[in-house]
């Protein structure tokens, strides 16, 4: 199969639309990554999402609309999940909600709920209603890669396996929506985003994390696949005094040198200790850049094929929150052997 690449204008949003009709994949943008779609009631056609990625069958798919008229058949609002689409829909938040019978099994993986969003990408939006019907869509990366935030990553995973991808640049968010279980009175927080769990508590008078203990099986299917891992091992470090710790200890171990994925002040501060360019990669000024950037990142230490990458955090609250949640998961996925955590010496003296 060739691979089409268009530009989201009026003949790109039509083939899109038209292929989704007809039971084909498309790659589309969206504010938070970009996803593959297909025709979420058609069974064949969400079959071909999981033979495109290599996905395993029990994670289930998030179910795009462009309205809420579209959304009635797929899914039960309870009141919360009411309140929530009045406040953030079109946006970054997938509603996991009771399912209605029509949804195929294929697409909730046998659960007897469905997630649900509205994305606010105006070519995602156009591209749904044009072709006025639900779409199903995971991130359009190969399985266990980092999730697209350019067209061309999508290309680089599925060149040849899908018809056709709509390019619309660079995605705004860079990490993938919140995931909410909104069956309840209050939201169970399942994957941290954008919109962040300080926001949904102050907004719905709290907010839960979900407890992985008493429950059979994780309550987001997907949280407990191998993710976004580089082909290096992945260090992450607290700040750059941590950071060049751990490079010095790296040395010691292998003179090749590591890649340094940093924030642009400690990329300054590297540079200023005489560090190449082709040593350091940015991940800008605050929290916003650094999602936008850390899964473009990611690829680009396997496109130079670093062996071993250190990567700067951030704190652990507001968007932070889902920035460490996607790193610790490429930590914990890419370490072996021998990446791991190093505290700043800063903060190893206290607590
Ligand atoms: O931003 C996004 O959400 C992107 C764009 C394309 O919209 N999509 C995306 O889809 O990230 P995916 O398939 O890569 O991640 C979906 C996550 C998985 O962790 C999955 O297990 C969880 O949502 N999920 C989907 N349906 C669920 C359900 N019924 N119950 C619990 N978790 C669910
Ligand atoms: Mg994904």
Request: charge should be neutral; include cysteine.
């Amino acid at each position: 199969m060739q691979t089409k690449v268009m530009p989201c204008d009026e003949a790109g949003i039509r083939a899109a639309a038209g292929l989704l009709r007809c039971g084909e994949l498309v790659g589309f943008p969206t504010e938070t990554v970009y996803g593959l779609g297909a025709a979420a009631l058609q069974p064949q056609a969400v079959a071909k999402i999981f033979a495109a990625k290599g996905r395993p069958a029990d994670n289930p798919l998030i179910v795009h609309i462009a309205s809420r008229e579209m959304a009635e058949p797929v899914a039960r609002f309870t009141p919360l999940a009411e309140k929530l689409a009045a406040r953030f829909w079109p946006g970054p938040l997938t509603l996991v909600l009771p399912r209605r019978a029509v949804v195929p099994d294929i697409v909730t993986a046998g659960l007897d709920t469905v997630g649900l969003r509205w994305p606010s990408h105006p070519a995602a939006a156009a591209m749904i209603a044009a072709a006025g019907l639900p779409v199903a869509a995971p991130s359009a990366n190969r399985s266990g890669r980092p999730s697209p935030t350019l067209a061309r990553h999508v290309l680089e995973d599925l060149a040849g396996r899908v018809p056709l991808i709509l390019d619309a640049g660079p995605v705004e968010i860079g990490l993938e929506s919140t995931v909410v279980d909104a069956t309840g009175a209050l939201p169970v927080l399942l994957r941290p985003g954008k919109i962040t769990m300080e926001e949904l508590a102050s907004f719905c008078g709290g907010c839960l994390l979900p407890d992985g203990k008493s429950s059979e099986r994780p309550p987001a299917p997907g949280m407990k696949y191998r993710h976004y891992a580089p082909q290096g091992a992945l260090y992450l470090a607290a700040d750059y005094r941590a950071a060049e710790a751990l490079r010095q200890r790296l040395l010691a171990a292998d003179p090749a040198p590591p890649l340094m994925l940093l924030s642009d002040a400690s990329a300054n501060y590297f540079r200023g200790q005489g560090l190449p360019e082709d040593e350091i990669l940015s991940l800008g000024a605050n929290e916003a850049e650094f999602a936008a950037r850390l899964f473009a990142a990611l690829r680009e230490a396997d496109t130079r094929r670093a062996g071993r990458i250190i990567c700067e955090t951030t704190k652990e609250s507001g968007l932070g929150r889902a920035i460490m949640n996607r790193l610790a998961k490429a930590a914990a996925a890419a370490t072996e052997p021998g990446g791991g955590v190093l505290p700043s010496p800063a903060a190893e003296g206290k607590a």
